[in-house]
């Protein structure tokens, strides 16, 4: 944390006049600093007592009464760690000095005990009560009571249930562990990335970010708040708002340099300090303990657990009818826009995060909702009347629902034009909506489980791609989207990525590629058995044979243009003779 006390300036200062100095011992200035260290303790200003206490401790460091106090400073700040060097560096010096120190030994014991050591701080209280004798002992005893508590709360009945109702997971968790304790030797590091199967000749090693699926993040975040709600009780939500505070952008402003790194860090070290006693809490008094004081009787709370189970399915099973109703009335009022968006929000954010257990039917409703979706899309391929069709030549492109001003184009970039160079924020693709709706689905892509659902996401991809003028993106993901339909037999959906290259090709004016495509559909189409999307096609393909047409024609008249110059250039009198 940044330090409250100001740093000392820089360079030889001026010198100090006579009557600003006070020629004070060092044992007086040492008191003086001990009494103000002991003064902002007891007013829980730790920080300045800290720096009281150290300056105290440089000019007599041998003085074990200052390194206790500043024991005790450190464990409110829950530097547990630090706190038990200081007392035992106290009880090194009293030894030197053949003196038992009660106080010194109990601090000891509880940093011990503060660090979830406690066989250890068990095995120091015994030693203590043989040591001293009378008044002494009954803190010693006292405190051997707690911890012989403790250690019954985590070593009792309750730990043996625990470790029935969870054997499988403890034996991963203790192999993950013995593989980690295996990988960290006295190995140079191209070895052990050698025994790992990894590159070995990499200066700056890659950090792999973790990927976890929405629904563990779920869990976690569950889990977390269940365990802060167990041991803090009404103050959970204080623990969750100190934890989001720590990346708020509203708090640390880029543009305030000065408080920005001092709150920063304030936030981050007493975010720690919290975890540090919420560890405390959970050693002494575990969740499982907890959990089975709750409720002793196994039956009841196996009850319990079942009725709150069939709770949640049966107001998941409201949810989702209450939902496939909604998804039923926007395809039949025909806003898709609307639709696509709302099917996005219902799978994307709530349907991934319920089991099979909460949701049985979880397949089966999201066929429905999925195939409904592309029932909508493939409702929005219809011809609209227009009589002057053949001769609009960009009717190809109308009839896709494509734009046709000069914005569709590929935007060519000067070298020396201001337009050229943006700001930074602009050109950052990641920044922007597309990117953050691509990377959204692709991050969906990896732990999706059923092929109508990976159906769906490469259709989204490659519309998105699409909108954004990436037509080669466009074209490679809808290819991966049509394999992918064979793992589903979905005809719907692989005409629907088939309609993306169509709309790709004809947006660049590929001719060819575009009447390809439209060959595949009409395939498509004769096993959809869909007159409507059969007159669509046939259309498009029409209007492509027009365009066809127009380029051939184009073509041959510049050829002619092109050999008339070239034979009147071949006629011409020449004045060289």
């Not at 300045?48 to 206790?68: C, G, I, Q, R, W």
């Not at 589903?488 to 692989?494: A, V």
């Not at 096993?527 to 027009?546: I, Q, R």
Request: proline share 3%; hydrophobic share 35%; aromatic share 10%.
């Amino acid at each position: 944390m940044t330090s409250i006390v100001p740093a000392p300036p820089a360079g030889v200062g001026a010198a100090v006049p006579v009557w600003l100095k006070i020629d004070w011992s060092p044992e007086i200035e040492h008191g003086i600093y001990k009494d103000w260290g002991s003064y902002y303790s007891h007013r829980r200003r730790e920080n300045m007592a800290m720096y009281y206490y150290n300056k105290a401790l440089s000019m007599m460091p041998e003085d074990f009464v200052t390194l206790y106090h500043r024991s005790q400073t450190k464990r409110k700040n829950a530097q547990t760690e630090g706190a038990l060097k200081d007392c035992g560096e106290a009880k090194r010096i009293l030894k030197r000095l053949n003196i038992k120190n009660a106080p010194i030994n109990l601090e000891i014991c509880a940093a011990l005990y503060e660090l979830n050591q406690f066989e250890n701080a068990k095995a120091e209280l015994h030693d203590n009560t043989r040591i001293f004798k009378g008044n002494k002992i009954k803190a010693f005893e006292n405190r051997l009571v707690v911890v012989d508590e403790n250690i019954k709360n985590c070593c009792g009945e309750e730990l043996t249930q625990f470790i029935s109702a969870n054997e499988k997971l403890l034996i991963q968790v203790k192999e993950m562990e013995l593989k980690a304790q295996s990988q960290v030797q006295n190995k140079p590091l191209w070895k052990v990335l050698k025994e790992q199967n990894k590159c070995d000749v990499l200066s700056v090693l890659e950090i792999e970010d973790e990927l976890l699926s929405p629904l563990e993040i779920a869990r976690r975040n569950r889990a977390f708040n269940v365990f802060n709600q167990i041991y803090m009780d009404k103050s959970w939500i204080d623990v969750v708002f100190l934890k989001k505070l720590l990346r708020n952008p509203t708090l640390l402003l880029e543009q305030c340099q000065n408080s920005k790194y001092f709150l920063g860090a304030l936030n981050k070290k007493k975010y720690e300090e919290i975890k540090i006693f919420l560890k405390m809490l959970h050693a002494r008094a575990p969740m499982y303990y907890i959990q089975y004081n709750k409720f002793t009787n196994k039956k009841l709370m196996d009850k319990f657990r079942e009725d709150c189970m069939f709770r949640k399915q049966y107001q998941t099973g409201r949810t989702m009818r209450s939902v496939l109703r909604s998804i039923r009335h926007l395809r039949a009022v025909g806003n898709v826009t609307r639709l696509a968006k709302y099917v996005e929000e219902v799978m994307g954010d709530y349907v991934v995060l319920k089991t099979s257990r909460i949701m049985p039917w979880k397949f089966e409703f999201m066929n429905e909702v999925y195939n409904t979706l592309a029932l909508a899309f493939a409702e929005q391929c219809v011809v609209p009347p227009d009589k002057n069709r053949q001769e609009d030549k960009d009717a190809l492109l109308k009839l896709l629902c494509l734009p046709t001003d000069k914005s569709w184009d590929v935007q060519h970039f000067v070298f020396g034009d201001r337009s050229t160079h943006q700001a930074s924020d602009v050109t950052d693709m990641s920044m922007s909506k597309s990117r953050q709706w691509i990377t959204r689905l692709e991050k969906r892509m990896l732990f999706a489980k059923y092929s109508i659902e990976k159906c769906y996401l490469l259709h989204q991809i490659g519309n998105t791609h699409l909108k954004s003028n990436r037509f080669d993106e466009c074209c490679f993901i809808a290819r991966k989207g049509i394999t992918e339909t064979k793992n589903c037999n979905s005809l719907i959906w692989k005409f629907l990525c088939t309609l993306l290259i169509i709309k790709s090709n004809a947006a660049l004016h590929k001719v060819e590629r575009t009447k390809e495509s439209l060959i595949k559909a009409q395939k498509i189409i004769e096993e959809l058995a869909s007159p409507k999307l059969a007159h669509f096609v046939d259309v498009c393909m029409a209007c492509n044979e027009e365009e066809c047409n127009l380029k051939k024609q184009r073509g041959s008249f510049s050829r002619r243009q092109s050999t008339a110059s070239t034979h009147s250039l071949d006629t011409e009198p020449s004045f060289d003779k």
